[in-house]
């Protein structure tokens, strides 16, 4: 049985979807102002992993993300490109798939855009205003959170204690015109060259949290299964969701809370960030490293864990991810000379059996991806020695396959057939196995050194020269 760290809880408890079968989760996406970081590409991959294990699973996943197209961090930076918000936002949109795709994410259901949603907020705000739970003042509305009496029930943290943070930070005289200090905005009155739309209130624009609760229940009902997103967004952006939508519906707005760690750098521990100016573009660093790398590293931690971003991190993933390879295409090599006749190995079957099912006890322990990593680096080797045979099943051999890419595919790795090698470097590698017959070491080995300048590698082993290309 699968069982799921509900933040709202603060412990594991079985999950059990409204409708059997299917699974229905939001994971709040970017604000598209810029280029994704590693930090934001971290809960975009572990979601990704989620999503794909559940799929594993039989689940039926419509899965929800949006596109923040509407905000401060753009405005500006529509001032300083010297172009639309809406051009700024169709840019980055456009660069978040490109490094998403590259990074083998699965594009979600629905990306819902603000912009594509104006009428529908509106209306869920005219509806909290309609029920006491909000207040127009001078153009902006604003949401009443002593109305809310769960209020910081997912954040773990007392009204008082919030009234007091509220009271310590500057305020701006409308702020300080605000019933509540701890009141957030759900509607803002526009200000002179900002994009705004006519509201019961004047021209405006949404606050942040109103667009998730609008998006995530008009795609996925006013209960859904799952809500995700970075530890970051559990106050206030979660916290405001709830109260802006269960007042407004009544009901219980996502049934389990899941929250990703940080991408930290360096040996203090700081967490990435934009704002700390310690980010690493994921746009710029899959110029240099291959993006399967990039994935790797991203997907081999569990999802509530911190994840160091490094070289010599990324040169483990690289290692790793290299080693899986070579399983799966010395997996294809013998193939080529596997028997079709020979007699299935039921000591084999059964330990492949044994290895599926040591992997989803591990990963249905809240995803718990370093165990069914190393379930799958198990299995890497029992592949290794079954293809060191001198004789071997089709059928075992295709049955490994299978497994093999299944579970490996949840990290979003992809195994690829090695390009054919074309008529020259076939005949010296031709001309090299003779040569070794002869035992004219010496053009051997040139062979060898010429086909390396190549980018191909050769390995001897017991069955034969195999090879790969080198990374």
């Known amino acids: 049985m699968l069982k799921i760290y509900n933040t709202m809880t603060r412990k594991k408890e079985e999950f059990q979807p409204l409708t059997e079968g299917q699974v229905h989760m939001y994971v709040c996406g970017p604000t598209v102002y810029n280029y994704i970081h590693i930090g934001n590409a971290r809960s975009t991959v572990a979601f990704d992993v989620i999503r794909r294990y559940l799929e594993f699973l039989g689940y039926e996943v419509t899965y929800v993300s949006n596109f923040t197209d509407v905000d401060d961090k753009i405005i500006k930076r529509s001032q300083e490109e010297k172009i639309s918000s809406s051009e700024v936002a ?23 855009r603000v912009v594509d949603n104006m009428n529908e907020i509106i209306a869920f705000v005219k509806s909290l205003e309609d029920k006491g ?48 200090s701890a ?36 795609y996925l009902g006013d209960t859904f299964d799952i809500h995700g997103g970075g530890q970051d967004l559990i106050f206030p952006h979660h916290e405001n969701e709830i109260a802006q939508s269960e007042a407004k519906t009544g009901q219980t707005f996502a049934r389990y809370w899941m929250h990703n760690g940080f991408v930290t750098m360096g040996n203090d521990g700081e967490k990435m960030s934009k704002s700390l100016g310690n980010f690493v573009l994921v746009h710029d660093l899959i110029q240099k490293v291959d993006p399967a790398i990039v994935r790797f590293f991203l997907s081999n931690a569990q999802y509530r864990s911190p994840l160091k971003f490094s070289e010599e991190a990324l040169n483990d993933a690289h290692n790793n991810l290299e080693r899986l390879n070579n399983a799966y295409h010395t997996l294809t090599y013998r193939m080529e000379d596997a028997k079709d006749s020979l007699a299935d190995d039921p000591a084999v079957l059964d330990s492949m059996g044994q290895k599926e099912t040591a992997f989803i006890e591990a990963m249905n322990d809240d995803f718990n991806v370093p165990n069914g990593l190393t379930v799958l680096y198990e299995l890497m080797g029992d592949i290794n020695r079954y293809t060191e045979r001198l004789e071997v099943s089709t059928a075992v051999l295709s049955a490994y396959q299978e497994l093999y890419t299944t579970l490996a595919g949840i990290f979003g790795v992809t195994f690829k057939q090695d390009e054919l090698l074309d008529e020259d470097i076939q005949r010296l590698i031709d001309e090299r196995t003779e040569a070794r017959k002869n035992k004219d070491f010496q053009k051997s080995d040139a062979i060898r050194d010429q086909l390396k300048e190549q980018g191909v590698l050769l390995d001897d082993t017991p069955q034969g020269t195999r090879w790969k290309r080198l990374s």
């Not at 456009?94 to 994410?105: R, S």
């Not at 954040?155 to 509540?180: F, H, I, P, W, Y």
């Not at 509201?199 to 609008?214: A, D, L, T, Y």
Request: overall charge negative; charged content about 30%.
């Open 183 to 218: 009141d957030f905005a759900l509607w803002k009155a526009a200000k002179p060259g900002e994009p705004a739309w006519e509201s019961p209130w004047g021209m405006g624009r949404p606050g942040w949290h109103i667009e998730c609760s609008v998006m995530s229940t008009k």
């Open 90 to 112: 169709d840019k980055y949109i456009a660069a978040y798939y490109a490094d998403t795709d590259a990074l083998g994410v699965k594009r979600a259901t629905v990306n819902p």
């Open 133 to 180: 739970y909000a207040y127009e003042l001078d153009g902006d509305v604003y949401y009443r959170v002593r109305q809310f009496r769960a209020y910081g029930e997912l954040s773990d943290q007392s009204l008082a204690d919030l009234r007091e943070g509220a009271s310590e930070r500057v305020q701006t005289d409308r702020q300080l015109k605000k019933e509540d």
